[in-house]
């Protein structure tokens, strides 16, 4: 019941014709993934805060068309990117679409409010293949942090997986098949993966798993694999941490510009697509269902001097 309390503020009105708490728990806890639940929940709240700021006592089952595009308006107005304002109207979207399953409204009416149109291009800043190693060499393994760092930013740049993906790793999800050590987990949307190390990322962690074990770190199945190493405590690294991390060590190397930890994963589709592997490839390696957002993070193969023309 503890997880049914923390939706209790969605209920606005007691004289409600249906149990909020139950409609909103169903909607956000049919979705696996931690990071949807999230960002549906933060949708759905800023709505209906929008509804009771500018019409008051108006029930969600209620909402019309022109409603939805007000709400539109007022994220533009209080400088949401269009982007945002997308991702936030596809919120609405299924959470419409899952009344109407549940047959309390009879039509969505968020389907006929206008999106922006947006290119899917990427802006996150790779790495050249050069820079990679030298950040990478950058790293002193000689200190536990060292080999934290190490561990965490050759697995990142070798398999592409998002932070949460890494930094929500458990001993469990640790496996042996076929002679590789292999990591299975879900990736976003709930797909089942299991990616395994090349030989770089098992030496870097093995080193720091072997300095954690000598240092009492708890390995039981539920324990997660990467935390700080100045404590015992068994939490999961935030992406505040892992975005340092990775800084640290671009502008130890003069690399300028917003680098993040997903800058890894772009990387690291960058630089498949420029072996050649086929896009559906590299999609079903780093966990796209939409081969469109893979090559949305290209950006190695937009240059002149690459284009097809030059072939003829």
Known sequence: MSDLRSFSDFQLTRTAPFDRNKIYFGFIHNFSSPHTRDAYTRDLRKFLGFLEDRFRGLHELKVEH???VAFKDDLLRTAHAPRSVNRTLATLWS??????DQELVEKNPVGRVK???????????????????????????SRPAGLLHRAL??????TGMRHREVSHLRFKNLAEDSGFTVLRYFAKGSREMATPLNPKAEAALGAYLRWAHA?????????????????????ALDPKTLNYIIKRYARLIGVRGNITIHSARSTVI???LDKGHALERVADFVGHRDISMTKAYNKRRRQIHQSLSLDL
């Open 66 to 68: 022109a409603h939805v």
């Open 95 to 100: 959470f419409y679409d899952y009344l109407m």
């Open 115 to 141: 999106r922006f149109s947006i290119p899917k291009e990427v802006k996150t800043q790779d790495l050249s293949d050069e820079e990679v190693v030298r950040l990478l060499d950058a790293v002193d393994d």
């Open 153 to 158: 930013l050759t697995l990142f740049f070798t």
């Open 215 to 235: 240092a009492g770190y708890p390995m039981g199945p539920e324990d997660f694999i990467f935390r700080a190493t100045k404590n015992n405590v068994n939490r």
């Open 270 to 272: 960058g630089m498949l």
